[in-house]
């Protein structure tokens, strides 16, 4: 089984940066596409971006396009999302996901892994 953790989250002013982490146990990670997911208070929880097993392929939902960088590091079972010019409705729980399998789609119904999630709160 799984174990995700995420961190790296917080509060930052609009316009600010930073940097997702999600750690995962076990020898398995490289063999699984991951995913960013994000829920803000009353909403859906929504895909942010997702990358395959190998990182050659990547998806951003277009309200982070050009903003947000997903990467990672196979060899440090290690996922990150790199998110700069942050903007008030960023704001929400961010969740990584480990799909099914080695591609990354953009449905939930895709991942079955969830991190517990970290807060990510950008103020105006």
């Known amino acids: 089984q799984a174990l995700l953790v995420e961190s790296g989250g917080g509060l930052v002013q609009a316009g600010g940066s930073l940097r997702l982490s999600c750690t995962a146990s076990g020898p398995t990670f490289r063999m699984y596409g991951m995913g960013w997911f994000r829920q803000a208070p009353g909403k859906e929880r929504e895909v942010v971006s997702t990358i395959n097993w190998i990182g050659d392929s990547k998806y951003y939902v277009d309200s982070v396009k050009g903003r947000f960088a997903i990467s990672r590091d196979n060899a440090k079972n290690t996922l990150y999302l790199q998110m700069t010019s942050l903007k008030p409705e960023d704001t929400a729980v961010y969740y990584c996901?480990?799909?099914?399998?080695?591609?990354?789609?953009?449905?939930?119904?895709?991942?079955?892994?969830w991190g517990q999630g970290t807060q990510v709160t950008v103020s105006s």
């Open positions: 996901a480990r799909s099914r399998s080695g591609s990354s789609g953009s449905q939930r119904g895709e991942y079955n892994y």
